[in-house]
């Protein structure tokens, strides 16, 4: 479930540009007509602290905040070295990360509108390349009414030599809501092969038939080569679901199965979500094991989010996934992996991938020094003797992502 900014910040050539994630300018200003900072100890330390501009744009970054059309946005930190203005880089905001890698080109993919997506060589400078969508899917209205636009948590998979992006249209406390799959030959916008393909719906879940949201989706292939689609959130929990051959239905008979659970009680009303904070499921094959992540919590809502990671595994994809104490994620089982501090909350909605012999988890973080924006976040996991991952929280301070023009 997630959230984006209609508008990113750009400086160059003397002014500070706003563009909307197709690229065009909204507005240009110039750094001269600007009010210079007037605290004299801005340094890179409180860079994200200070908000020098004002722009009036539809940004809701959380319930509370979407029925404002205008908010302080922190841009850059300016640094005053005589008349000239410098401006730090600004750091990648994103929500839900998926990531995939063609040639020597890494790709990420976030919720917001359209699906914003970026370019890297490294990891760490990111250049924004648009959206995915130029508009809403054709379906999407049909299925959620109160879809704002904002298309959440989407996976990237690679088979038969084209990649295929699922992503989700809902509305905060509903589970009108469904799973789509668009597909293209190649992630490189600058390549005469570019052209998203959309399939439409994979699954929809609608309210009191079904006790699970359709959304999250994560794309897992078997060792017999059988894709399985993981989703869901609050309501009964985390699901799993056999794909047919095509990777654009369920198979047929059906094959479901309960990954995760939380506690729920049998007489809350089926429209409501619920006490059972989970979502975002992402299974990582390694070793041995099928390692099942998952958030636990609430999202989207700055400091006060309690999003948190958690982990279960099994030989198994179907399950059972346990944790470190042996007790199944779908009978409340979970073992924490990371959790917000004083300086960064709402950890959560991650993905894992190897890349070069070593295994990242990518995911989001609310800065509190920078109006809680959800940040990107890469970090290298490592495996203890046991073989569970070990995340350093060191890195929610040592990883910044550059964003770059």
Not at 261 to 266: A, F, I, L, N, Q
Not at 380 to 392: G, L, N, S, T, Y
Request: glycine share 10%; charged share 20%.
């Amino acid at each position: 479930m997630a959230i984006q900014s209609h508008a990113v910040f750009f400086a160059k050539g003397g002014q500070i540009k706003i563009k909307d994630l197709d690229g065009s300018d909204i507005k240009v200003f110039s750094s001269a007509k600007m009010k210079r900072s007037q605290s004299p100890g801005l340094t890179p330390a409180t860079i994200g602290a200070q908000t020098i501009l004002r722009a009036a744009i539809i940004s809701p970054i959380s319930p509370a905040r979407a029925a404002s059309k205008i908010k302080f946005l922190p841009v850059f930190g300016l640094l005053m070295a005589g008349s000239l203005w410098v401006a730090q880089a600004r750091q990648v905001d994103v929500h839900d990360p998926a990531m995939a890698r063609e040639g020597d080109t890494y790709y990420l993919f976030s919720s917001g509108p359209g699906i914003t997506f970026y370019s890297s060589k490294d990891m760490i400078n990111w250049k924004l390349r648009g959206r995915v969508f130029p508009g809403d899917p054709s379906w999407a209205k049909g299925v959620a009414r109160g879809f704002n636009g904002h298309v959440w948590a989407p996976d990237i998979a690679h088979h038969d030599g084209r990649f295929y992006l699922y992503y989700a249209v809902s509305a905060p406390g509903q589970n009108s809501s469904a799973i789509g799959v668009s597909i293209n030959k190649t992630l490189n916008p600058d390549s005469p092969d570019y052209q998203w393909e959309d399939q439409g719906i994979v699954l929809r879940s609608i309210p009191n038939r079904d006790l699970w949201n359709a959304i999250d989706p994560n794309i897992i292939v078997d060792e017999n080569g059988t894709p399985w689609m993981s989703l869901g959130s609050f309501w009964s929990g985390l699901k799993l679901v056999k794909l047919d051959s095509s990777w654009k239905a369920v198979a047929e008979p059906q094959e479901w199965y309960s990954l995760a659970k939380r506690e729920r009680s049998v007489l809350v009303d089926d429209r409501v979500p619920g006490p059972a904070e989970i979502e975002g499921p992402f299974i990582f094959k390694t070793g041995d094991y099928y390692y099942l992540f998952a958030s636990w919590g609430l999202c989207c809502r700055g400091k006060d989010s309690t999003y948190r990671m958690v982990v279960g595994r099994s030989k198994d994809v179907r399950g059972p996934y346990l944790d470190k104490a042996g007790k199944s994620m779908a009978l409340g089982g979970g073992s924490l992996v990371l959790a917000g501090n004083k300086n960064w909350a709402g950890w959560g909605g991650n993905s894992a991938y190897e890349f070069d012999g070593k295994d990242y988890l990518v995911f989001h973080a609310y800065e509190a020094a920078d109006n809680d924006f959800h940040r990107l976040k890469i970090a290298e996991i490592k495996w203890d003797e046991k073989q569970w991952p070990v995340i350093d929280e060191k890195v929610l301070d040592e990883y910044q992502s550059v964003l770059v023009e």
